[in-house]
């Protein structure tokens, strides 16, 4: 004689949410985890840095910070990459949206093939055209500068920027496009007035990804810049020295590294949040 136990739906539905639960917090703690050692890094001393055994209660010190600041100019420098970051992700998305406008709503002729195409170039491996913009740059009196960097930044970043915001515009109705016609609107005016209030969130979107792989980049910031122009990753890795890496420098580095992409983010939240609107209420 068998005893079947019935077992209540929602009870099984509780255990699979508190497993769901478990396992998301499990991610997110050691995803944030080595973000929380560096923070940590930037304030030890270099004898509990070298310490074999990890130590976590310590006395805090600011001397990782006047390190950086007094001996690498990291003022000058972070101020480098954010005027370079920032324009460069600022015209970016101006010219993709001109772009991204005229290929999705203005029956270009293959304008889905000429935005895969402009999409591939952005595959190119930057160190197979470094050396063709470093002679280019240094001709035209752009090496070490700021209007270098940005160029190349706009150059590098455009084609992906174009696809995406292409993808999120032929999603808007055309109806919307007819009916500002009938009004007497333009087409600038058609895309400022109607059309980028509804993309929003994938400019939103366009403008993060912009800005990081900007903000990140290593490779022409080094062959290309010296001194005046030199970024936040350049900086960074001269803290790998001979026979030593500053892990102090490096945390305290990363530390205020992280916060104009924090602060980006932040300020874009509402419309990522937001999810992409596919209509809109003339």
Known sequence: MSVQVAT?????????NTMATALTAGLVL?????????????????????EKTPVFWFTPTLENYRHLFAEFSFARV???????????????????????YALGRM??????????????????PPIAIVLPFFIAW??????DTHLGLILIYV????????????????????????A??????????????II?????????????????????????ALVLTSRNATTVPVTVSKFIQAYSILWGDVGAAATIELLPVLGVVFLLQRHIMRGITLGAVK
């Open 8 to 16: 209540r739906p929602g009870a099984n539905r509780g255990f699979g």
């Open 30 to 50: 050691v995803w944030l985890f080595p973000i929380y050692w560096i923070f940590l890094t930037s304030f030890k001393t270099p004898l509990l840095i070298n």
């Open 78 to 100: 972070l101020r480098n990459s954010l005027v370079i970051t920032g324009s460069a992700t600022f015209v970016v998305i101006v010219l993709a949206l001109l772009a991204a």
């Open 107 to 124: 029956d270009v002729p293959g304008g889905k093939n000429i935005a895969l195409w402009m999409l591939s170039l952005r595959f190119m």
């Open 138 to 143: 240094q001709r035209t009196g752009l090496i």
């Open 155 to 178: 150059a590098f970043n455009l084609p992906f920027a174009i696809w995406l915001l292409r993808g999120f515009l032929v999603e808007v109705p055309r109806d919307l496009d007819e």
């Open 180 to 193: 500002a016609t009938l009004d007497g609107l333009g087409h600038i005016a058609i895309l400022r007035r």
């Open 196 to 220: 980028l209030p509804v993309i929003a969130p994938g400019v939103a979107v366009t403008a993060i990804f912009t800005f990081m792989f900007t903000w990140n980049e290593y490779l022409m």
